[in-house]
């Protein structure tokens, strides 16, 4: 992996974490078009660096949201509640969601199908600032179980989330900013996770990947800002539906191309 790589993985990561369109499934498209998933010598590298750039985008929300973090315990019940069916999802299903993320046209058909919901969600969950309802400890886990849905790469985090509290009866400002702030703690335990079995398996950083390491988190981190700032007020303006569009016009590249006999990483 080069430094160029990095800066675009990381670039990638900033944008996309936060929109509903898969940061996961980018990242995995994005590497394959470079060559790193199929390279051998740098694919674990490159596996472990996609997880490790996330913190940089969780640095992001805590500095944007930093007084949301001073709140009362019942504020940290509900991120836990809403928190803890992801890592159950996971260890159960563990070994299907791993072969998931090295699987381009899984990205690609999640992410029509999730396009083509987008284009609907807001006739469907249409909340106004009225009628918006507080969010307990029910709706808290319910939109944790919209949460796993996510682990399919190509699905998106912060769609599902964000989907999730619309259904919940949340404006899509307070669903987004909480899809937000969900995210601190499902990254970071899935990055502390991803590191712990890294060094586990007994792999060990050169000094060129430290340096590679830190310069995509700064760069996911400043990217992340601007794309939070972004992202909330044109969801609050426009909606889901441009995102829907986009998501369908590149999975079905994608399957297009696989279908012709092109791999991502001959591209």
């Known amino acids: 992996m080069t430094i160029i790589h990095a800066l675009i993985l990381a670039i990638i990561e900033g944008l996309t974490e936060f929109l509903p369109v898969s940061s996961t499934g980018h990242l995995i498209i994005g590497s394959s078009i470079m060559g790193l998933i199929q390279d051998q010598s740098t694919k674990e590298f490159t596996k472990f660096f996609l997880v490790s750039i996330q913190f940089g985008c969780i640095l992001s929300v805590m500095v944007l949201y930093w007084k949301d973090f001073f709140q009362s315990f019942d504020f940290y019940f509900k991120l836990f509640i809403a928190f803890i069916p992801a890592p159950i999802f996971y260890f159960l299903f563990k070994h299907t969601i791993d072969g998931f993320l090295e699987n381009v046209i899984t990205v690609a058909i999640s992410l029509v199908i999730g396009g083509v919901l987008l284009l609907f969600v807001d006739k469907w969950f249409e909340v106004k600032e009225e009628d918006e309802e507080a969010l307990d400890n029910k709706k808290a886990l319910k939109i944790g179980l919209f949460q796993t849905i996510s682990m399919i790469p190509g699905v998106s985090r912060s769609a599902a989330t964000i989907i999730g509290g619309l259904s919940q009866k949340l404006t899509r400002k307070k669903a987004a900013e909480f899809s937000f702030l969900l995210a601190v703690p499902t990254i970071f335990s899935a990055s502390v996770y991803k590191l712990f079995s890294y060094i586990k398996d ?66």
């Open 202 to 267: 007994g792999a060990s950083f050169e000094s060129n990947q430290v340096h590679l390491l830190v310069l995509g988190n700064v760069v996911a981190f400043l990217v992340g800002v601007l794309a939070i700032k972004y992202f909330i007020g044109y969801l609050t303006k426009y909606g889901f539906k441009v995102f829907g569009y986009y998501r369908i016009v590149i999975g079905l590249t994608i399957l297009i191309l696989h279908f012709m006999g092109i791999k991502l990483g001959m591209l």
